[in-house]
């Protein structure tokens, strides 16, 4: 069974002696990359709760002679980030019902009937003998027919109206929020220059009160690597500050071993900072 197979994005890589290289950043092919380093597959000893264990330095051969073989002229660090390519599909984004009832409702509706009207009128005339024909003496019954018209009610569906459902295209603005990644090349020859007199500025500080250089320098340190920040070029230390803090502040309590307010430690970063940029 392949040992490697198990690697997980996170764990932490530990090199000879079970020294701590760092963690997993990302997986792929030919292996895994910790701390801006490639390590092969072929380089894992074990793995286990969470722990990979990597023979040597863990940087495959190819590229460590790759690296070793650059003696003479530049050095060429890539940097690579990740960047949010987005694209537009068709999608269906909801619906409108158009919902028909059916009611009924009483209708009274006018109409003109007509009919027969029979009125009965007896005459006198002058007495004249029974003629032919004559139905006289007879009891009976004289059944005249009364005709006329009546009210026939039929329905008929008729149109009164319609409705239009039209469809337009409309177009609005959003926003589109992603996560990146990028690559950071921390020269860290700079800073070593600049250390020194870091270290003999913060020893003349009459308010240092017990603290040492070592306790100080991480925030020398955070003003140096921001003044080379890509993200902050071209900006001044106010412009960037808030950024700087909020970083400072979500980190735990006593990542400098003081547990010192932002106000205190100010000075020490922008201290950093303009060194930075002024060298």
């Not at 709760?49 to 002229?73: D, I, K, L, W």
């Not at 070593?192 to 340190?221: L, V």
Request: no cysteine.
């Amino acid at each position: 069974m392949d040992r490697a197979m198990n690697i997980q994005e996170g764990m932490t890589v530990y090199g000879a002696g079970d020294q701590q290289l760092g963690r997993v950043e990302r997986i792929h092919g030919d292996g895994f990359d910790v701390a801006g380093q490639h390590y092969g597959r072929d380089s894992v000893i074990r793995v286990e709760h969470n722990r990979v264990y990597v023979s040597g330095t863990g940087m495959t051969e190819g590229r460590g002679q790759a690296m070793a073989g650059q003696t003479g002229g530049d050095v060429r660090v890539p940097v690579a980030e990740e960047r949010l390519a987005v694209g537009k599909r068709e999608a269906e984004l909801g619906e409108v019902q158009v919902r028909k009832t059916v009611t009924e409702e009483q209708q009274t509706v006018p109409v003109t009937l007509q009919r027969e009207e029979v009125r009965v009128h007896e005459h006198n005339i002058p007495d004249r003998p029974l003629q032919a024909g004559d139905d006289a003496f007879r009891e009976g019954t004289i059944r005249v027919p009364v005709r006329g018209e009546e009210a026939v009610v039929a329905k008929e569906a008729v149109v009164t109206g319609e409705v239009v459902i039209d469809k337009t295209r409309t177009s609005e603005q959003q926003q589109v929020s992603g996560t990146v990644r990028k690559q950071r090349v921390d020269v860290d020859e700079n800073y070593q220059r600049a250390r020194s007199g870091f270290e003999q500025e913060f020893t003349a500080r009459k308010d240092r009160g017990n603290r040492t250089f070592a306790q100080a320098e991480p925030n020398y340190r955070t003003g140096f690597t921001a003044a080379h920040d890509q993200r902050y070029a071209g900006r001044r230390f106010e412009d960037v500050e808030p950024d700087l803090r909020r970083e400072y502040e979500t980190r735990s309590t006593g990542t400098t071993g003081t547990g010192d307010s932002w106000e205190h430690l100010r000075e020490e970063i922008r201290s950093g900072w303009n060194r930075a940029r002024n060298s």
